[in-house]
């Protein structure tokens, strides 16, 4: 079983949203940075998002604004809510942890975490 398991990629036009669900039921739910990243082929994998364990959230430029990324506790559950998707949105998306006390600026760099998901398409055409 994966620890980290994402779900709630698909398509939608430009304008639309979609909500992202990463469950980390395998892992200790106190101290963790969980991030959000994607990545289009050829290119490097890029940090949107991420949340502490108190529910502190961090995001890049290029989502302020349109992303927000929560945490349901109960489930062990974090989600990315995308609004205003467009089509530079299109990525294959990861979930990634590490357990920490807080999320430094370096929660954006692919090598601050341990663990990553599988990864689910988000697609938006024009």
């Known amino acids: 079983q994966m620890p980290l398991v994402e779900s709630g990629g698909g398509s939608v036009e430009s304008g639309g949203s979609l909500r992202l669900s990463c469950a980390a039921s395998?892992?200790?739910?106190?101290?963790?940075?969980m991030g959000w990243f994607r990545q289009v082929p050829g290119e490097e994998r890029e940090g949107v998002a991420v949340i502490d364990n108190v529910g502190n959230p961090k995001y890049s430029d290029s989502v302020k604004g349109r992303f927000t990324i929560t945490l349901d506790n109960s489930k062990r559950t974090v989600y990315l809510q995308m609004d205003n998707l467009q089509p530079e949105d299109t990525a294959m998306y990861y979930c990634?942890?590490?357990?920490?006390?807080?999320?430094?600026?370096?929660?954006?760099?692919?090598?601050?975490?341990?663990?990553w998901g599988q990864g689910t398409q988000v697609t938006v055409s024009s």
């Open positions: 990634a942890h590490r357990s920490a006390n807080d999320c430094p600026t370096t929660w954006s760099r692919r090598a601050f975490y341990a663990f």
């Open positions: 395998e892992f200790p739910w106190s101290r963790y940075c």
